[in-house]
């Protein structure tokens, strides 16, 4: 290709086709080789799954049979309502509950908060908005993913409404401080780690099927390709009477294509729906839930092992318990201020990136700028361990001199 890969976007609308053929070509050409990489074995940024060849496949049947899966009665219907009980299945959650399947956490995070608003302000919510309602409060772990402050906006709640909570040495929760007493609605986010009862780390889910609510991820540890998630409600008639509006052309018949006793869009924001399930469905059905538990235990111990290495390496230095598949470290020199150890780090994740050898990403720490390595990634073998840890070796010193002048 000559010329930038984003000069060749900068086209205008084609009036005329160039035929599927040639456009096929365009994408081998333009696309393919400049996707995000996540498909590979040291791709380690951020938290995100790395798809699976099964998953491939059924998003092409998927989109090749094109249904909606807002309602109706045909098969795909009964995929999904079969995916979102095995998944309840899967995390121990009772499978009566109201299931649907969303975009990712994110929206399975706000359509969660939105039953919990509904349930605990009543009916006038829909009706009059928040019109009187003085205060709701939204108690989080000061560590909560930054979507929830967006659910919170989103509902009307404002970022005020969320209170964070402190959180142990180990970032953990303190879960002493959440209030049962005060009869709260207890929402779980689990993104990265709500299906871990499929794992031999089920232990650190313990309880989470008590929550009235619960949101998952599938694209991410359960290798789902992008992108879906879950999200699931204790009492069907909390989350219906929070969602559901049927005008006249969507109402349910008793026979044809209307019928159907589940209507997913009576539970979730979206009317027209894609047949995400199958990805899910499918993947399932052909590796087994154990393989993907097995995933979750061959990835935490990567994890456990390049802490290992981080620990025995004079340069380098963790930054947080492993308490997963997430490993937070810096590379370090005498002699460098925390600042400075800041801008280093920044530096290097940049160079590991740029070098094609992994691709991590950065957080901060208790104020300090850490190299964060999500090992969520069913590729990743012990040898790509070894290879992130020389390219760290090799580039540290570069970060430090581009840093220090
Ligand atoms: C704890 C947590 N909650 C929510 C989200 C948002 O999920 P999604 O990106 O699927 O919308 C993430 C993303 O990784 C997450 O880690």
Redesign the pocket.
Known sequence: MTGSVPDSFAGPLPREGIGAEAAYAEVLARVVPYTMGNDHARFWG??MGTGTPVGNLADLVASALNPNLGGGDHAPVLVEQQVVRWCAEAVGYPTSASCLLV???????LVGLAVARSAVLGPTVRTEGLAGVWTVAVYASSE??S??RKSCELLGLGEASLRLLPVHEDQTLDVAALAQREGLWLHV?G??GGFLGLSAHRDLVRGMARADSL?L?L??WMQAPM?V?LVLVRDEAAHRATFSVVPAYLRHATRGLAAGDVWFTEYGIDLTRGFRALRVWMALLAHGADAHGAVMDRTTALAYRLAELVDGHPALERLAPVGCDIVCLRYRVDGLDEEQLDAVNRELVLLVQESGVAVVTETTLRGRLAVRVAIGNHRTRPEDLDLFVAALERLGPRAVAIVTG
């Open positions: 951020w938290y975009s990712g956490a994110s929206e399975a995070n909560v993913h979507c929830h986010d993104a990265i949101a991820d694209h991410t992108d998630g």
